[in-house]
């Protein structure tokens, strides 16, 4: 027993809950060994001298107050006061339960809506055409341009070639496809501006909901020193530029366009530079159409890269086949050039492209035809 201002150093033997295992601290004057610290927190209680409590009074926690109960008198039965205090008793009963917390219910975590988005091929095999619900989709627009003619005569016309083949283009999206007669344009042998207007006027109709097709067949160019591919409409010069569609100028009037899906497809010279990246995975693209068709896309597919094309068009003679052949509800243009690359590679000196039309908002979808 320790008398009163008395200090002694105490050992402590305690057995931890979560390790198992024992350890030692040493008590005196209030002071734990710092070796022994980070430990488990442990309460304990002993005296100490009144200058080791002035010392370490930072690290102690204060003692709670215990609060004394009130007492009151008891009143009489017959006591006028009576009536008032137990109101006031009951007042403050009120009071003090609508103070009291009650425990309010976790709500329960909202769902959260997830934009659909491509994460992997692997996470879409489960999505196949059969599970697309097109019942909101928007409309689909169609502007086709066949150039022949040319005003300059060191441009050879093609012979109403390109002309026709946008014409038969339009019969088949309209009879096999959901283009309706309204939406549907034909360009025959246009100047540029005619062009321009027509690309102008799409993208003033055009929604978010809908698809544009943009097909040209005619003459193009390409300048192999900067890098730039042309489409050259009828009142092309050869001598002056100024009348002639760029392929920045196309991407430009695209790039207005604020639809769904924009296909482009091109039959010309040099078409290919189109491009900044024609790289582009085809995996998988038969089972992901109800993704591919919730994501914008701007794709392009073109009868050759930077090498003439033939006048009479080996391309235009399959694409016009597989579109017209095809039997399925849902037909994404990547598998239409799918089909389309052997045979045209085949029977011409032409490659095929088809990829990423870049920096026009293009999100991993595709342009899906769907048939009546």
Not at 39 to 57: C, F, H, K, N, S
Not at 238 to 245: A, K, M
Not at 296 to 307: F, Q
């Amino acid at each position: 027993m320790l008398k009163k201002g008395d200090t002694e150093s105490i050992a402590l033997t305690f057995q931890t809950a979560s390790e198992g295992t024992e350890k030692k601290i040493i008590w005196n004057d209030a002071l734990l060994t710092a070796s022994l610290l980070p430990m488990d927190p442990i309460e304990i209680v002993l005296g100490a001298t009144p200058q080791a409590i002035q010392d370490y009074r930072p690290y102690l926690i204060p003692t709670p107050k215990k609060v004394e109960p009130v007492k009151q008198e008891p009143i009489a039965m017959n006591d006028p006061k009576r009536g008032k205090a137990e109101k006031k008793a009951e007042k403050k009963a009120e009071k003090k339960a609508e103070k009291k917390e009650e425990p309010v219910a976790k709500a329960e975590p909202k769902a959260e809506v997830k934009r659909a988005e491509i994460q992997s091929e692997g996470e879409m095999q489960e999505l196949h055409a059969a599970d697309v619900d097109f019942s909101a989709g928007g409309k689909f627009y169609a502007l086709l341009i066949g150039c022949s003619d040319y005003t300059d005569p060191n441009i050879a016309d093609l012979g109403g070639l390109p002309t026709q083949d946008a014409e038969n283009l339009a019969k088949v999206l309209k009879a096999n496809y959901t283009f309706d007669n309204e939406n549907v344009s034909v360009l025959k042998s246009p100047t540029r501006r005619e062009i321009v207007i027509a690309l102008d006027d799409l993208s003033k109709k055009v929604t978010a909901n809908d698809n544009v097709l943009i097909f040209y067949a005619g003459h193009g160019h390409y300048e192999d020193d900067n890098d730039i591919g042309y489409w050259l409409p009828k009142d092309a010069e050869v001598s002056n530029s100024s009348n002639w569609l760029y392929n920045d100028q196309l991407v430009a009037s695209m790039r207005k366009i604020k639809s769904l899906h924009t296909l482009l497809i091109s039959d010309a010279c040099f078409s290919g530079s189109i491009f900044k990246n024609r790289s582009i995975s085809l995996t998988g693209a038969s089972d992901v159409i109800k993704k591919k068709y919730q994501l914008p896309s701007r794709k392009a597919i073109t009868s050759g890269t930077l090498k003439t094309v033939p006048n009479k068009s080996v391309f235009i003679k399959y694409l016009l086949d597989r579109l017209e052949k095809n039997k399925d509800k849902y037909y994404t243009s990547a598998a239409l050039f799918q089909s389309i690359e052997t045979p045209v590679g085949n029977n011409s000196t032409s490659l095929p492209q088809f990829g990423v039309i870049q920096n026009v908002g293009d999100e991993g979808g595709d342009f899906i035809f769907i048939r009546k």
